[in-house]
């Protein structure tokens, strides 16, 4: 009987730590601030890459530190601010996409900061014209 009570209390407990992150956005989103969120590189031609920098303010009173950041295909490469960014101070992440395939293009850059499990997306979308 101890166990399942033991049980059900951890239960409520995650229920109500995974809820409270759910109703408060993207718990990045409460450290950092992204000047955007969905960057349009507009038109390129075939084989032309594109950078663009997704920039973001560190909004807490303590310095934040990107852990990682990783793009939903291999045609784009993110590069990140290493050192941690301090309170009130600026970051960026660079995206660069290497424009192989004519088209349309949505590209998807998650980034991690240290002490949070839940990835931001960044979006790039544009298009690659021959």
Known sequence: MKKF???L??????TTALWAQTQNGN?????VKFKQETIDFGKTKLN?????DFEFT???KEPV????????CGCTTPTWTKEPIL?????????????NSVGQQNKTVWVRLKGIDQDKELHLTGTVEN
Request: hydrophobic residues 40%.
């Open 87 to 99: 309170p009130g101070k600026k970051g960026k992440i660079t995206a660069s996409y290497s424009a």
């Open 58 to 60: 560190n909004t807490t």
């Open 48 to 52: 032309k890459p594109v950078s663009v």
């Open 27 to 31: 718990p990045v989103d409460a450290k």
């Open 65 to 72: 530190l990107i852990e990682t950041a990783r793009a939903s």
């Open 5 to 7: 009570i033991l049980s």
């Open 9 to 14: 209390f951890a239960s409520m407990l995650l």
